[in-house]
């Protein structure tokens, strides 16, 4: 690309150059120049000229514009409202016609405080009202869904958040009705706002007028602290704010990363945090007492069993970790247990690899990919959302995306591939070898000499990668699978929820849980560590880029952190560590990151390090957990193979979210069209699932789905096996397993 | 000066024109296949001679318009020609008319303007209630179904529209057609360079294009002999209000205010006196009684500070209350404010609020300066025209007729209820529902 050609202008009497082509807000902004806004926001599109909060005067033109439809053009001359007196006027103006209607409820307003309209108010509006008569009143608020309120007296029709639905979630939901002044957003057909982004219209909405229910009336701007950390549920790492209040969290907010995540969250970033206050979160170590259950137990008495049952296993220990653990809590457990111990056993959801460095790129790359080709039998969103997004994005700005269920290219694709410059490939599905394959077909296909061509890997794990590197880092041995197996390790909440997890422990003579909830260590733990969630710790992630980025303790939690107590255990067993995650980061860096990262350039806004050169993969360094014993897997003509599959609404942080639960997935089946009409099944009938075990759900006719397949999420589908036969229920009355919330 | 049927109406009164048979008699399609054996460009300089300015409301040159359009070369998007038939300006009703009585020769400008532009796509987006010239066209359109040479491979769609006047406005129009929110759109980009579905459109209104053929067969330059310099041709233009004769009457540009409310429309009956015009349609600038020597054509009408508008010329007599002409015309625009941008939105219905105070005798002059003072904060700052001439119509009544505004002041309307505007009003209660979502608990 050339370079684009410069121009220069004057506003406010200041001369400033720019990039031909750059919009007007930001030009006055690189003059140090406001020109306030309300309905411009270039990440929702082109802009639109809605609210009239930005005109500006320019030079030849008789009529004010609207600065935000305008970009920078050699010459032109702009007065804001700072010198001209028609620009003031028009934003004067502008100010009071929104006000004219506006409740000014502000003392009960969530956004007082870090609003734009009393921001702006107070900056360019009128001090007093000319408004005689009486305002216009509606009901409010009013939910247009569990987690979001709508008050729409405060709404100033800006349209963000209806142009948020069409344009960058497309899920077309949320809707302007009526007409004139008495338009008001609604959602479409007064369904509920069902989208796993739809909490973005919180943060975009420039008033009070759409408002997290969580949030509402649970604090002010001025007692609350933001702290700058990164979102710890999937291998995106969103970078977040956290708002914190009397050393709670009270919401989560998007931090904007342009590389990572644009200012977008998914809703389960967004409106998990009330996992950390679960009525069954554990506050201390916790024993298993014969007949009574568990008996609490004091942290010394904790630490004290915790060395007996190391000590006892002889060095038969497994260690299931979850993929959540900071880098430095890995590594600080790989250093107690390994060489503390010579316990090298570890198991991960999933194989890990850092192959697909060699196809490094930001995320944002994909936005702009002229062809993306995403493998594999998982939904991108289950895995990871904002890519979602990002290739949502690639789609409006004219790329193509190619979905396969299998890494099979067709001739003219391939050569597609070959010969582009920006085209993208996306692993999400199973049997990845945490990149290792991809990055296998990504060198076939010439990616590598082309800066433009990228390839990422979907993770089931928000830190598998960093957490297995880790524990590699900690000693140099190779792992030996210890039969029997004398202590499991279960390191987290979702390795604990795993049934994976739960069949090793079958197998296991002693299990020691690190979790957060009662819920997930009864009837199988002796002894439970509790644990702490990751916005309560410090420490470091690598997310699906190989991006490492810093996790900042938001609130202290109830407990002592993991790596505390690990570095006090490990001591007993003459392992130093500290327990202070930048002195193990410090450590860690010289090993893993060769010395190049410092937790302080991990900072807030990390960098994404440079590609490596391409190798073939490696042995991964932690093996994936065996899958529990599956059912033989005969083909009987006419079944399908189960396709179970983990919804990004599931799994015990989200369960324990009451305002989540009309996401999480329905107690369906989802059948291919031909598979379903061979049945004469239509949607939304009562089917039999039957395998060893019999199931009723509901169908829902897929249309992206392969034929051969039955999809159902893996808290329906329980113990069914991996063929399955679908008939339609033969009794009509049978209802179907679960509602729609 | 008599009436002028010379170009758009012409033979309507002698022959029933609905009639293909009837059309073709009269030379009907002639133009068409006098223009396909011209370039696309040789069209185009064609109306640029004629000098022909749209008749939807803005007098933009038709000729020039087209020669926007890129070349197939310059942009693969396929081109789109867009015909306005939204015709919703209150006082304004020849497009019905003309649709409805000369079909075959607007649907022959289409097929002119689709040759010209290089376009095999045609949109006619009719205002939903026009019940009537929406099955003339779609019967004319019946009887050239199957002449695949008349047609020439162009395709007219016909869509009727939901009852917006907003969705006159051209890329608000866009918008409905692709199916979206009728709200306009920021401009640029033109819809010459990025219309309908995001390619090159011609949006012409439907007098404009029914012009075209009369125009292709006399010749741009015969065309332009017609009317003034600045405003060539004829316009059809519809009386209404307080007239003998009401209607709807092509004249020649230029013929004075005067003779058309006098001469075509009969005068004011009743042995009352003309009080008012509005010469434009509902949008434009009020002109008293004493103005009304002002040639139609659009420099003239610049000259007093008012537009020709869409034709509209609505006379109003000296039993019409002022103060209740505002509130019919600014309850119409706050009714048609589409809700996009914020001075028309919440400017419109605060007019509305503040004649209404001024009607019931409630209002003190400090509230007549307020009026004046919203218009003038309206205008100006609008995304579209809409809200923009409303406050400039609204507020040309104040400043023409204050001394009627201020009689209200105290005790209220002086008419009584003798004002035939007396208790008519907009729907206003119309797009006022409050939807509530159903949400898990
Ligand atoms: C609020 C508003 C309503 C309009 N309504 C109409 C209409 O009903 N018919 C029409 O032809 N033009 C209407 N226009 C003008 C159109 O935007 C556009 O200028 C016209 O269709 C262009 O056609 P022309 O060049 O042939 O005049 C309207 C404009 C505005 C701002
Ligand atoms: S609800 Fe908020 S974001 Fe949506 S239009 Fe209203 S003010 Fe704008
Ligand atoms: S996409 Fe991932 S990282 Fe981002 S908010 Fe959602 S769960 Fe968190
Ligand atoms: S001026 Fe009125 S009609 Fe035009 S965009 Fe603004 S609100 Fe809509
Ligand atoms: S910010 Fe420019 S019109 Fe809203």
């Known amino acids: ?741 | 000066m008599a009436e002028q049927r010379l170009v758009v109406l012409q033979g309507a009164d002698e022959r029933d024109l609905t009639k293909l048979a009837e059309y073709r008699a009269i030379g009907g399609y002639d133009a068409l296949a006098k223009a396909r054996a011209l370039t696309p460009q040789a069209v185009i300089d064609e109306l640029l001679a004629s000098n022909l300015r749209g008749r939807g409301g803005a007098f933009f040159a038709t000729g020039r318009k087209w020669s926007f359009i890129p070349k197939p070369d310059q942009n693969p998007n396929p081109h789109y020609l867009v015909v306005n038939a939204d015709e919703s300006e209150p006082g304004s009703f020849k497009d019905n008319e003309i649709l409805s009585r000369v079909p075959h020769r607007f649907i022959e400008g289409c097929l002119i303007t689709a040759h010209a532009v290089e376009s095999k796509h045609v949109f006619v987006y009719i205002r939903g209630e026009y019940l009537g010239p929406f099955e003339a066209v779609r019967d004319a359109l019946e009887e050239i179904r199957e002449d695949d040479q008349l047609l020439g491979g162009v395709t007219i769609v016909v869509h009727r529209g939901a009852g917006a006047y907003i969705c006159g406005e051209e890329t608000a129009l866009l918008e409905s057609l692709e199916g979206k929110r009728g709200q306009p759109r920021s401009k640029p980009p033109f819809p010459a360079i990025s219309g309908l579905y995001a390619s090159p459109t011609v949006v012409n209104n439907v007098e404009t294009l029914a012009t075209v053929p009369p125009i292709v067969a006399m010749g741009g330059a015969a065309y332009a002999k017609l009317g003034v310099e600045s405003s060539t041709g004829t316009r059809v233009v519809s009386l209404s209000g307080n007239l003998v004769r009401g209607g709807n009457y092509e004249v020649a540009h230029g013929i004075t205010l005067r003779e058309l409310i006098y001469d075509l429309g009969g005068g004011v009956p009743d042995g009352r006196e003309l009080k008012a015009v509005i010469p434009g349609g509902s949008s434009t600038v009020i002109l008293t009684a004493e103005e009304i020597d002002v040639p139609y054509d659009y420099d003239a009408l610049a000259e007093v500070g008012t537009a020709m508008g869409s034709a509209g010329v609505i006379a109003i007599d000296d039993r019409c209350c002022m103060v209740q002409l505002g509130i019919r015309v600014s309850e119409f625009y706050e009714h048609e404010s589409c809700g996009k941008c914020t001075p028309c939105r919440e400017g419109t219905r605060w007019m509305t609020a503040i004649l209404r105070k001024l009607e019931a005798g409630e209002a003190s002059d400090s509230e007549l300066d307020l009026l004046l003072d919203v218009c003038d904060r309206i205008n100006g700052k609008c995304l579209c025209p809409l809200g923009e001439t409303a406050a400039m119509a609204v507020a040309s009544y104040v400043l023409k007729f204050r001394d009627e505004f201020l009689a209200h002041l105290d005790g209220g309307c002086p008419f009584g209820s003798q004002s035939p505007l007396d208790g008519v009003v907009a729907p206003v209660n119309q797009h006022t529902q409050s939807p509530v979502a159903e949400v898990p608990a």
């Open chain 1, 1 to 741: 690309m050339s370079a684009p050609e410069n121009v220069t202008l004057t506003i406010d009497g200041r001369v400033v150059e720019v990039p031909k082509g750059t919009g007007l807000v930001e030009t006055a902004a690189v003059a140090g120049i406001e020109i306030p806004v309300f309905c411009y926001e270039p990440r929702l599109g082109p802009p639109v000229g809605a609210c009239r909060m930005c005109l500006v005067e320019v030079e030849g033109i008789p009529k004010l514009q609207a600065g935000c439809t305008l970009t920078a053009q050699e010459g032109m001359v702009v007065g804001t409202g700072a010198t001209s007196e028609k620009a003031a006027e028009g934003q004067n103006a502008t100010l009071e016609f929104i006000l004219v209607n506006h409740p000014l409820d502000c003392p009960v307003c969530d956004k007082g405080g870090e609003c734009p309209l009393q921001d702006l108010t107070f900056r360019y509006g009128p001090g007093q009202t000319r408004m005689t008569f009486p305002k216009r009143t509606l009901d409010k608020p009013i939910p247009i869904s569990p987690t979001i309120a709508l008050d729409r007296e405060r709404c100033i029709l800006c349209y963000r958040c209806t142009r948020f639905s069409e344009s960058v979630a497309e899920d077309g939901q949320l809707v302007a009705r009526n007409r004139g002044s008495m338009s008001m957003i609604a959602t479409f057909e007064d369904e509920p706002y069902r989208d796993l982004f739809s909490g973005n219209v919180i943060e975009l909405c420039p008033v009070g007028a759409l408002t997290s229910t969580q949030y509402r009336f649970e604090a002010r701007p001025w007692e609350i602290q933001n702290v700058p950390t990164i979102c710890g549920l999937c291998p995106v790492g969103c970078n977040i704010s956290a708002t914190t209040r009397e050393g709670k969290v009270k919401r989560i907010l998007s931090r904007n990363h342009p590389e990572v995540d644009q200012g977008w969250l998914c809703d389960k970033g967004r409106f998990a945090y009330p996992h950390l206050y679960a009525e069954d979160r554990i506050a201390t170590p916790l024993e298993r007492v014969r007949r009574r259950g568990f008996g609490e137990i004091s942290w010394d008495d904790g630490l004290d069993r915790a060395e007996a049952l190391l000590r006892g296993a002889g060095g038969r220990i497994v260690t299931a970790l979850s993929g959540s653990e900071t880098i430095e809590e890995a590594y600080a457990l790989g250093r107690l247990l390994r060489v503390g111990l010579g316990a090298h056993s570890a198991v991960l959801p999933e194989a890990t690899s850092s192959a697909l460095d060699a196809f490094r790129a930001p995320l944002s790359s994909i936005g702009h990919a002229e062809v993306v080709v995403v493998i594999g039998e998982e939904r991108v969103a289950d895995r990871a959302p904002i890519v979602g997004l990002w290739i949502k994005q690639a789609r409006r700005n004219g790329g193509d995306v190619v979905e396969l269920a299998e890494p099979k290219l067709d001739a003219e694709l391939e050569q597609r591939l070959r010969s582009s410059d920006r085209a993208v490939l996306i692993w999400s599905g199973r049997a990845g070898g945490g990149g290792a394959r991809l990055a296998e077909l990504a060198h076939s296909l010439g990616f590598d000499g082309k800066p433009g061509c990228s390839a990422f890997h979907l993770p089931a794990t928000p830190n598998g990668r960093g957490v297995a590197e880790a524990w590699a880092a900690a000693a140099d041995r190779d792992e030996a699978n210890p039969e029997p197996i004398g202590l499991l390790i279960v390191s987290g909440d979702e390795a604990a929820a795993d049934p994976a997890v739960r069949a090793l422990a079958e197998k296991a003579e002693h299990v020691l849980a690190i979790t957060m909830y009662h819920g997930l260590a009864v009837g199988w733990a002796d002894l439970v560590l509790p644990a702490t969630s990751y916005l309560e710790r410090d420490g470091s992630f690598v997310n699906l880029e190989g991006r490492v980025q810093r996790l900042r303790r938001s609130v202290i939690p109830p407990v002592p952190d993991e790596l505390g107590w690990i570095s006090k255990l490990a001591a007993r067993f003459g392992v130093e560590i500290s327990p202070h995650a930048s002195l193990v980061f410090a450590e860690l860096a010289e090993t893993v990151y060769g010395g190049e990262a410092s937790f302080g350039d991990v900072g807030e806004r990390a960098p994404l390090p440079a590609r490596a050169a391409y190798e073939p993969p490696e042995p991964r360094p932690v093996a994936p957990i065996p899958p529990p014993a599956a059912a033989p897997a005969e083909h009987f003509l006419g079944t399908l193979r189960l396709l179970r599959y983990r919804p990004l609404f599931s799994g015990p942080t989200v369960e324990r979210v009451p305002e989540l639960r009309f996401q999480r997935p329905a107690a369906e089946v989802e059948l291919a069209a031909a598979d379903a009409e061979r049945r004469q099944i239509r949607n939304g009938d009562s089917v039999t699932v039957r395998s060893e075990s019999i199931l009723t759900l509901r169908a829902r006719i897929d249309r992206r789905l392969p034929p051969g397949v039955a999809r159902i999420a893996e808290e329906h589908a329980r113990d069914l096996g991996t063929t399955v036969e679908v008939s339609r229920s033969s009794n009509p009355f049978t209802s179907a397993g679960g509602e729609r919330a």
